[in-house]
């Protein structure tokens, strides 16, 4: 077998051989490890967007393989919930080599351990209590200044996009480093892209407009990816609602109620058709001669018996 590889300047990935040639995984998980890999961080993937995508393979087949990569510590899922607002969503890691756990472990709290301090050479400590070290002036360096988000009228940002977009922003530079920003930077630029996501602009579509077509030296971050985003922004889309099914007739609940059933399956309401059929629905003659029978008869028995 002859391989051929050519030289990509960009849109590639690179993958250690040992995920490519993991014996442990099927083919159908190294594909998907491989994809996962490729797509830009803060991209919304998962078992049911990838089967969609895959309908050879099937949800089944995606969920297996992707139970693979977790067994293997190449995936991981992690449930946050926001102790402000309460919101639980899920987390995903991808990692190209297997490990342990999806974060860090947090350091320990507690006092520093005391330690004692090498002893300097000889004549060098006499000297030092004899002169008194005299502390050397520090440079002035000027301070630089972040470049302001500018204002735009009618933005209406809350909480959670403001959220979601200073994720964005300060995830740029694990895509690119020379889009490096600072706190105070993310913090001037959220305004901006939270704009973005307000006009229906998903996190993803926000870093491919600001990594893509970089220049070749990039002098500041920060008035790069602010000048993108004003330039670049998207027109506002049009937001449909959303309906959720009601839990035992699977019919579409009222705008507005998240979840749970519907009126006519709580017993609040009665159903509309059973509405529109009392109300056009005439009885039949006969049937209700028959009826009044029926309740003569009855109350004659009813007195006989009595006697």
């Known amino acids: 077998m002859r391989v051929h590889r050519t030289?990509?300047?960009?849109?590639?990935?690179?993958?250690?051989?040992?995920?490519?040639?993991?014996?442990?995984?099927?083919?159908?998980?190294?594909?998907?490890?491989?994809?996962?890999?490729?797509?830009?961080?803060?991209?919304?993937?998962?078992?049911?967007?990838?089967?969609?995508?895959?309908?050879?393979?099937?949800?089944?087949?995606?969920?297996?393989?992707?139970?693979?990569?977790?067994?293997?510590?190449?995936?991981?899922?992690?449930?946050?919930?926001?102790?402000?607002?309460?919101?639980?969503?899920?987390?995903?890691?991808?990692?190209?080599?297997?490990?342990?756990?999806?974060?860090?472990?947090?350091?320990?709290?507690?006092?520093?351990?005391?330690?004692?301090?090498?002893?300097?050479?000889?004549?060098?400590?006499?000297?030092?209590?004899?002169?008194?070290?005299?502390?050397?002036?520090?440079?002035?360096?000027?301070?630089?200044?972040?470049?302001?988000?500018?204002?735009?009228?009618?933005?209406?940002?809350?909480?959670?996009?403001?959220?979601?977009?200073?994720?964005?922003?300060?995830?740029?530079?694990?895509?690119?480093v020379r889009l490096r920003l600072s706190q105070r930077q993310v913090q001037g630029l959220v305004p901006l892209a939270a704009q973005w996501l307000q006009n229906g602009a998903s996190a993803v579509e926000i870093a491919d407009a600001l990594v893509h077509d970089l220049p070749a030296k990039v002098h500041s971050a920060a008035k790069l990816v602010a000048d993108r985003l004003t330039r670049k922004l998207p027109e506002p889309r049009r937001s449909w609602a959303r309906y959720v099914d009601c839990g035992q007739c699977r019919n579409p609940l009222p705008v507005g109620q998240p979840s749970g059933i519907c009126a006519v399956c709580s017993g609040v309401q009665v159903h509309p058709d059973l509405q529109a059929l009392a109300a056009d629905s005439e009885p039949d003659p006969a049937v209700v001669v028959r009826a009044s029978e029926i309740r003569a008869a009855m109350r004659a028995h009813r007195s006989a018996v009595a006697a």
Do not use: C
């Open 7 to 176: 030289s990509h300047p960009r849109d590639f990935v690179i993958v250690p051989n040992s995920a490519a040639r993991h014996r442990g995984l099927s083919f159908t998980a190294r594909g998907i490890l491989i994809h996962l890999l490729s797509l830009p961080d803060g991209a919304k993937e998962d078992v049911r967007t990838l089967a969609d995508r895959n309908p050879g393979v099937g949800r089944r087949g995606v969920s297996k393989a992707v139970q693979e990569l977790e067994d293997a510590g190449y995936y991981f899922r992690r449930t946050i919930r926001d102790p402000e607002t309460g919101r639980v969503w899920t987390e995903t890691f991808v990692y190209d080599t297997p490990q342990e756990s999806p974060v860090p472990a947090s350091p320990g709290t507690g006092d520093p351990a005391a330690r004692s301090a090498g002893t300097l050479p000889t004549g060098v400590k006499e000297l030092s209590s004899k002169t008194p070290e005299k502390p050397l002036p520090s440079p002035s360096v000027a301070k630089v200044q972040t470049p302001a988000a500018p204002a735009r009228e009618g933005f209406q940002g809350n909480g959670h996009q403001g959220q979601e977009a200073a994720r964005v922003l300060a995830r740029l530079a694990t895509m690119d």
